[in-house]
């Protein structure tokens, strides 16, 4: 599975933004996908999952309320929007796919996972 994100970009405080996150290969409607993002100086941090089916989504307290995650088997594509942004969440933003056996919410890379390159998200105040 290859992962392409997109749709970072700059955007005022208040303001929203849709990532997208384009996978290659069939076997994508079987990983979990997970949203992670990474501020300078800080340690990458978990944002939103959502399993195969799309029947189950979990969200990180910072972002619970803001952001829904969503994904398209057909299109092989998660998305994650996200509302009300503040300057914290500014980072820059990884899509990753993991088998459903694994802990979705881990922040570090597992074995079988796929990760894509990321899409920066920057929030003025």
């Known amino acids: 599975v290859q992962l392409q994100a997109s749709g970072g970009g700059l955007v005022q405080a208040g303001g929203s933004l849709r990532l997208s996150c384009a996978a290659s290969?069939?076997?994508?409607?079987?990983?979990?996908m997970a949203w992670f993002r990474q501020a300078p100086g800080k340690e990458r941090e978990f944002v939103a999952g959502?399993?195969?089916?799309?029947?189950?989504?979990y969200y990180a307290d910072s972002v619970k309320g803001r952001s829904t995650i969503s994904r398209d088997n057909a299109k092989n594509a998660v998305y994650l929007e996200m509302n009300s942004l503040k300057p914290e969440d500014t980072a820059v933003y990884y899509c990753?796919?993991?088998?459903?056996?694994?802990?979705?919410?881990?922040?570090?890379?597992?074995?079988?996972?796929?990760w894509g390159k990321g899409t920066q998200v920057t929030v003025s105040s």
């Open positions: 990753a796919a993991r088998s459903p056996s694994d802990q979705i919410m881990a922040v570090s890379p597992l074995a079988g996972d796929y």
């Open positions: 290969g069939r076997a994508f409607r079987t990983y979990n």
């Open positions: 959502i399993i195969w089916s799309g029947g189950i989504t």
